[in-house]
């Protein structure tokens, strides 16, 4: 993982482990909310990243947040 630091300078390293999926995805939100700053999510596979923005999604529609 050599070349991610080499392109992210990293503030904080945070592990979110052990939530359900709902409670992973609350607390992306409210801390991406608090923080006003850019996210970066890994998820193991294209199915968990789908199923992340799709419950994230659902958030997004009463606020102006662009989610890519």
């Given amino acids: 993982m ?3 630091n080499n392109l992210f ?3 904080n390293n945070i592990v979110v482990q052990g939530l ?6 609350q607390y992306m939100y409210n801390n991406f ?3 006003d700053e ?4 890994v998820t ?3 199915y968990e990243a789908n199923k992340f923005f799709q419950t994230i999604k659902l958030y997004n ?5 662009i989610i890519k």
């Fill in 61 to 65: 529609e009463n606020d102006n947040i």
């Fill in 38 to 41: 850019n996210m970066l999510v």
């Fill in 44 to 46: 193991a596979s294209m």
């Fill in 9 to 11: 300078t990293y503030k």
């Fill in 2 to 4: 050599d070349f991610l």
């Fill in 33 to 35: 909310k608090q923080n």
């Fill in 20 to 25: 359900t999926d709902e409670l992973s995805v």
